[in-house]
């Protein structure tokens, strides 16, 4: 275990599989505090005790509640500062895409929903837990962004679209929130989670020669520069995306 966030407590969103899970285990090794969140109860709690398995000292709380509703945030932000007393990093990685392909056969009350849940939602918890802690005691949020948030990709459009949009998010609240939060991205190219299931199944080998690196990304790739960005050892980054990608974007496809 590390302990360069002993003392401090942390909220993962969407973290009962995949990404979210892995922030967790991560967070935990590096010696802090885990509050985690997903919309329900049973997987979330299940991942809590898996998280408690490991055998870390920080404590593990699990909060379930749909991130695309403001009453369920404030409940989850308040739960996991009444547990461990502070919010010190907020990691927002619920993400949902029940769209795919062309946008102008988009069922537009989905698209909404695609930028509530993916962008307005993110804004939601940062707004929680400034209020609850960060505006007075600083801290570090991370938003999981993608890489089909920086370069189109005609399959995943609307999802894109949200994940452009949360990257300027990013940004802009670095800018307001600064210098006592620090707020960046991280944009993953395909992961091999659930999530990204329809990406790869049907052909993994092909899905990842794509890739300078020769594979597809695990959850662990992505949790450990979230790890990182969250730590005092990024303490003068903040509005920066960081890709973890494999190399994707620098062959100039995707």
């Given at each position: ?150 370069r189109s990709t005609g399959v995943i ?26 707020v960046n991205a991280v944009a993953p ?63 100039g496809g995707i």
């Open positions: 275990m590390s302990d360069e966030l002993v003392g401090k407590s942390a909220l993962v969103t969407g973290a009962s599989r995949g990404i979210g899970f892995a922030v967790a285990s991560e967070l935990l090794r590096r010696g802090a505090n885990v509050a985690v969140t997903a919309r329900k109860q049973g997987p979330l709690e299940e991942a809590a005790e898996q998280l408690r398995g490991l055998g870390y000292a920080g404590k593990v709380l699990a909060v379930a509640g749909n991130s695309g509703e403001a009453g369920a945030r404030a409940e989850q932000v308040a739960a996991a500062v009444a547990q461990f007393g502070s919010l010190d990093v907020l990691i927002n990685n619920t993400g949902i895409n029940p769209v795919y392909g062309s946008l102008m056969e988009a069922d537009l009350d989905a698209v909404r929903k695609i930028f509530d849940v993916n962008v307005v939602a993110a804004l939601g918890y940062v707004q929680e837990a400034y209020r609850a802690w960060m505006g007075e005691h600083g801290g570090a949020v991370v938003n999981v962004a993608s890489v089909a948030g920086l459009a609307a999802y894109g679209a949200s994940k452009a949009a949360l990257i300027r998010l990013t940004e802009e609240l670095a800018w307001q929130l600064g210098p006592k939060i620090r190219g395909v992961i091999k989670t659930k999530f990204a299931d329809a990406l790869y199944s049907a052909d993994e080998e092909a899905a990842a020669a794509v890739y300078p690196m020769k594979r597809l990304g695990s959850p662990e790739d992505v949790a450990g520069l979230i790890g990182f960005l969250a730590s005092d050892e990024s303490g003068w980054i903040t509005g920066t995306t960081i890709r973890v990608d494999g190399g994707l974007l620098a062959t």
